[in-house]
T-cell receptor, first 114, second 112 residues
Framework: KAGVTQTPRYLIKTRGQQVTLSCSPI?????VSWYQQTPGQGLQFLFE???????NKGNFPGRFSGRQFSNSRSEMNVSTLELGDSALYLC?????????????FGPGTRLLVL | GDSVTQMEGPVTLSEEAFLTINCTYT??????LFWYVQYPGEGLQLLLK?????DKGSNKGFEATYRKETTSFHLEKGSVQVSDSAVYFC???????????FGRGTSLIVHP
C-alpha cells in the first residue's frame, strides 16, 4: 500500500496570507489527524477527522480549520498567517481513529511564514 | 488527562554504545504504548509497540517493556549505529484520552 502523502512539501508565505495543506491517507484508513511540530512546543495535536466529521480538536485558534472528503483525503487551512505558524505540519492516518491504533505519518509540509 | 514524559536530549553516544531513553506515562485505564522514530526530513514512523502489561515490543534491535507497576516504557538498544541518529517519541493511546498522547521527543546523536 502507498503511504500517507502530503502536498506541498515546502511552502513560503507572508504574514496575513492563508494557506491550504493537503493529506492523502493510506487506502482504507478513515481517520486523519493533523499535528503541528515546532522545536519549542514539540508535537501538538490540531484536529482529527473521521468520515468527513471533525471528531476531536486540539487547543488552536479558529484560524486553523480543516475538512475531510468522502475519499478520506483531508485538507487543513490556516488563515491570516502569523510568524509563529512557521512549523512542520504532519498528518497521520489510522483505520478507525482509535487512540490505541498505530498512527501512520506523512513526511510533512514545512511552512515558513515571513 | 493522559501524559507522557520522556528524558530530554540530546543524547550523544559513540557507535556501539548502549542506549536507554526513559519514558513514563500517566493514563486512566490500560493504554497501548508506542515508540516512534523521526529521521531528518521525514515524518514519524512506528518503531515498536506494546499493548498490555509485561509485553515487550522489539524491532531493529530496539526493545521496550511495558511496566505497569512503574508506569514506564523505556527504550533500549544494546549497540547503537550512526544510522540510529534520529528523534525518538514515546506515546500512549487508548487510556483516558480519545487521541494519542506524545512525549516531547528525545534527539539521539551517534558519533562514529
Amino acid at each position: 500500500k502507498a503511504g500517507v502523502t502530503q502536498t506541498p512539501r515546502y511552502l513560503i508565505k507572508t504574514r496575513g496570507q492563508q494557506v491550504t495543506l493537503s493529506c492523502s491517507p493510506i487506502s482504507g484508513h478513515r481517520s486523519v489527524s493533523w499535528y503541528q511540530q515546532t522545536p519549542g512546543q514539540g508535537l501538538q495535536f490540531l484536529f482529527e477527522y473521521f468520515s468527513e466529521t471533525q471528531r476531536n480538536k486540539g487547543n488552536f485558534p479558529g484560524r486553523f480549520s480543516g475538512r475531510q472528503f468522502s475519499n478520506s483525503r483531508s485538507e487543513m487551512n490556516v488563515s491570516t498567517l502569523e510568524l509563529g505558524d512557521s512549523a512542520l505540519y504532519l498528518c497521520a492516518s489510522s483505520p478507525s481513529g482509535l487512540s490505541q491504533e498505530t498512527q501512520y505519518f506523512g513526511p510533512g509540509t514545512r511552512l515558513l511564514v515571513l | 488527562g493522559d501524559s507522557v514524559t520522556q528524558m530530554e536530549g540530546p543524547v550523544t553516544l559513540s557507535e556501539e554504545a548502549f542506549l536507554t531513553i526513559n519514558c513514563t506515562y500517566t493514563a486512566t485505564g490500560y493504554p497501548s504504548l508506542f515508540w516512534y522514530v523521526q529521521y531528518p526530513g521525514e515524518g514519524l514512523q512506528l518503531l515498536l509497540k506494546a499493548t498490555k502489561a509485561d509485553d515487550k515490543g522489539s524491532n531493529k534491535g530496539f526493545e521496550a517493556t511495558y511496566r505497569k507497576e512503574t508506569t514506564s516504557f523505556h527504550l533500549e538498544k544494546g549497540s547503537v549505529q550512526v544510522s540510529d541518529s534520529a528523534v525518538y517519541f514515546c506515546a500512549s493511546g487508548g487510556g483516558g484520552s480519545y487521541i494519542p498522547t506524545f512525549g516531547r521527543g528525545t534527539s539521539l546523536i551517534v558519533h562514529p
